[in-house]
């Protein structure tokens, strides 16, 4: 399917442009997957907030006394035990939010629908996201061991080879290490160009409504190096726009700091050497008062928007090369009108 012409500045800004066009919808989005993320770290806090607890209190005991080690060391295995069972739970949270936050951003991207009510989903377009990330993981795997023995090889074979050749240990060091830093430096070429040809999977795969992974490398034919240019812009912009947006979104957190802090001042400007037990109880004390709350909970939000925009703006360059290859070479409605080369204002550019 030949599809319309790679436009970098839609490559780069395809993002706010569906925001432009649907911005009720895409903070509908924002709002609930602040909502959720908030819910399930909320939580998993609850579910593994007790095992911590005990755990502070365990060290407490074990430092009055209280407790022999024995005692201690089952205690510290049982919580530890608690810990490490609700991070597994967490992370079967996180893959199911991930991927019913990444189908609602990429529908509304690509098939521009925002689903009625509750925009998340857990249907068949999150379960063919599943199996795409699986992929991904499994070219890591295999690229990552692939890339291992060829830097051995590289380095084995281009060592031996010029000590056979009778070089001094100087010169078989510096030869060597020159093989495998041009090794590795091909080896990040190609990881780009790996990465740029299989980016489209994933909303291919929605677009679609099928799974689609090797499919992607038809869809970036002829569009890699206008794609690899607006990764690497859209790059630069995140990166600009979080130095500058991340100084304000910290002033909630250092205002909530400080209001924990002063607490605490109090048993320095006392002369207090406060005991563990002392300083955990101040502090949850503290951090259960209506401003630490409200603050810590408003930086937060801030920073889980920014990175909302963030992974927008970044998945927003393959979104675009699919709805453009899938275009057949017709524009979307409100796309600027293409001219042709027989009109008195000339032709319109193109790219790709």
Do not use: C
Not at 67 to 74: E, L, S, T, V, Y
Request: hydrophobic share 55%; net charge negative; charged share 15%.
């Amino acid at each position: 399917m030949a599809g319309k012409s790679f436009d970098i500045g839609d490559g780069i800004f395809f993002f706010f442009k569906r925001f432009g066009q649907n911005p009720a919808g895409a903070m509908w989005i924002a709002l609930w997957q602040l909502i959720f993320g908030a819910a399930a770290s909320a939580a998993v806090f609850y579910f593994i907030w007790p095992f911590y607890s005990d755990l502070i209190e365990l060290i407490m005991d074990v430092e009055a006394g209280r407790i022999d080690d024995d005692q201690a060391a089952f205690g510290i295995l049982r919580s530890l035990f608690g810990v490490y069972s609700g991070g597994f739970v967490a992370v079967l949270v996180g893959i199911v939010a991930s991927l019913m936050f990444q189908g609602a951003w990429l529908r509304f991207l690509v098939r521009r629908e925002v689903a009625p009510v509750i925009p998340f989903r857990f249907g068949g377009d999150e379960f063919r996201l599943l199996g795409v990330n699986i992929m991904y993981i499994v070219v890591v795997m295999a690229a990552y061991f692939g890339i291992v023995t060829l830097l051995i090889t590289l380095g084995l074979s281009s060592g031996g080879l010029l000590a056979v050749m009778g070089g001094d240990e100087v010169v078989t060091a510096i030869g060597t290490g020159l093989v495998v830093s041009l090794g590795m430096l091909g080896v990040f070429i190609g990881a780009i160009f790996l990465m740029v040809k299989l980016s489209s999977a994933p909303a291919l795969t929605i677009h679609d409504r099928k799974f689609r992974f090797f499919e992607s490398w038809e869809a970036t034919n002829g569009v890699f190096l206008p794609m690899a240019v607006s990764y690497a812009v859209v790059g630069i912009l995140i990166m600009i726009l979080s130095t500058i947006l991340s100084a304000g979104a910290a002033l909630p957190f250092l205002g909530g700091m400080l209001a924990v802090a002063e607490p605490l001042s109090e048993f320095a400007d006392a002369n207090i050497d406060p005991t563990f037990e002392d300083v955990m109880a101040m502090l949850r004390e503290t951090f259960l008062q209506p401003v630490p709350m409200t603050l810590f909970a408003g930086g937060f939000a801030l920073f889980y928007i920014m990175q909302i925009v963030f992974e927008g703006m970044w998945h927003s360059v393959a979104a675009y090369n699919v709805v453009r290859h899938r275009a057949d070479g017709a524009g979307e409605e409100g796309d600027a009108p293409v001219l042709g080369k027989d009109h008195p204002m000339g032709a319109s550019p193109s790219e790709g």
